[in-house]
């Protein structure tokens, strides 16, 4: 090959070599290009996200806590003004409420270089001391070691967090409160009344004979009256109880409540000749001893209120949305319609007084109990066709 066709070669090789250079630049140019426009999108989020957030952020010195730099949302809930902070240290301003607390995280952050969720109390320009949780990262800003620091309001949260401490110590003062109360009503207010029905009995036994017939009746019915009166109070008892026992929820065969409340209720299925019929009952989480009454006071009023044909009682229990849903249906007298709603009320009767006993109580223990357990109760009824009773309890999956 001659001198001059190989210098054409090199040429055209030292030619290729360096398009492949120059592409290899364009194609780094482009990349640097795409870097420092990433790069500057970056910034440009960080320094938004530093000024827009409602947290307050700071940059600040991790040896003594000179303030670098601070987002408005720190002015504006510290109230200082930036010229009063920047290049000042944490101790100057005192925003610290307990010092020890920066050495701590100072401490935390050059052992593993970041905390989270420090809670610590600052103090405001005004004097206010106010709740926050501070997360932190270390950071290298021209050689010297900073913090980032993001720090969130709590004062609020924390203020309803002790109200609902306080109220729930005030409720169980009330409770016990109520408990007490419960005590005396039964203790000391049966006592009068025993002693008095004691001793119109004794007037009756002694001085029936020397005592016009008239006398008699006024003694008998005094005598009634504290009896009608102790049962009250019996019943009042049992309706405070509903809130005041322990309560002891638990999954629980409805079915195997069932059976207690029929146990309980024995002596009056027998006598009356009911027949209880029940379909597949659920599982259900619930107090037991409360669901047996709820069962029991159902099924005795379905008893009691019962109709010229042996009373026929059936129950049953499914699935409705997000509650299980009870019923209770009987074959008895039926209850007006203007009083379907004002039975589950205190003392509220519907029906002959003389003629059926009670005190209107039962049906007010079984709503509250059933209000204890998330649900509510209604009956569907009309004279002489019978009532059916429907309650719901929440679904326990939900619980
Ligand atoms: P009590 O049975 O002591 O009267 P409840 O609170 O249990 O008190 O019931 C309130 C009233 O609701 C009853 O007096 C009665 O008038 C009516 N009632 C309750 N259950 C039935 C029922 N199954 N059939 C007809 N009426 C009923």
Redo the contacts with the bound molecule.
């Keep these: 090959m001659r001198d001059e066709d190989m210098t054409k070669e090199q040429l055209i090789n030292e030619l290729a070599e360096l398009r492949q250079r120059l592409n290899q630049f364009t194609a780094l140019e482009s990349e640097c290009r795409r870097e420092a426009e990433a790069l500057r999108l970056s910034e440009e989020k960080s320094s938004k996200a530093f000024r827009s957030s409602p947290d307050w952020i700071v940059i600040s010195t991790l040896e003594d806590g000179r303030f670098i730099d601070v987002n408005d949302a720190f002015l504006r809930i510290t109230g200082y003004r930036r010229e009063e902070v920047i290049g000042r240290t944490a101790k100057q301003l005192g925003i610290w409420a307990e010092p020890d607390e920066r050495d701590k995280m100072a401490a935390i952050i050059r052992e593993h270089g970041k905390i989270r969720d420090h809670e610590a109390r600052f103090c405001m320009k005004s004097g206010e001391i106010r709740i926050m949780l501070r997360s932190a990262e270390a950071i290298d800003l021209e050689g010297e070691k900073c913090i980032i620091s993001v720090t969130h309001d709590i004062t609020e949260r924390k203020k309803a967090e002790e109200k609902i401490k306080i109220f729930a110590e005030e409720l169980e003062k009330r409770n016990r409160e109520l408990e007490q109360f419960a005590y005396i009503v039964s203790h000391d207010l049966q006592a009068p009344l025993i002693t008095a029905g004691g001793y119109l009995r004794l007037l009756e036994r002694r001085y029936k004979e020397k005592l016009d017939s008239k006398a008699g009746e006024f003694i008998t019915n005094a005598i009634e009256g504290t009896v009608r009166m102790q049962s009250l109070i019996r019943s009042l008892l049992d309706y405070a109880r509903v809130d005041t026992r322990a309560r002891d929820f638990k999954l629980i065969e409805a079915s195997a409540v069932l059976n207690q409340a029929l146990g309980n209720l024995k002596a009056l299925l027998d006598e009356s000749g009911a027949v209880v019929k029940y379909d597949n009952l659920p599982e259900v989480r619930a107090d037991p001893v409360l669901l047996s009454q709820v069962f029991q ?1 159902l099924i005795g ?2 008893i ?2 019962r109709g010229d044909e042996p009373p026929v009682i059936h129950l049953s229990g499914e699935k409705k949305d997000k509650v299980w849903l009870f019923s209770v249906r ?1 074959n ?4 007006p319609p203007e009083e379907t709603g004002r ?1 589950f009320e205190v003392f ?4 002959d007084k003389s003629k ?1 006993q ?7 223990i079984c709503k509250k109990i059933i209000e204890h357990h998330g649900g509510s109760i209604r009956v569907e ?1 009309a004279p002489g066709k019978g ?1 059916t009773f429907f309650f719901t309890i929440r679904d326990s999956s939900l619980i």
């Design positions: 006071n009023n379905a009691k209120f009987d008895g007298i039926g209850i039975i509220h009767r519907s029906h059926y009670g005190t209107g109580i039962g049906l007010a009824s009532s």
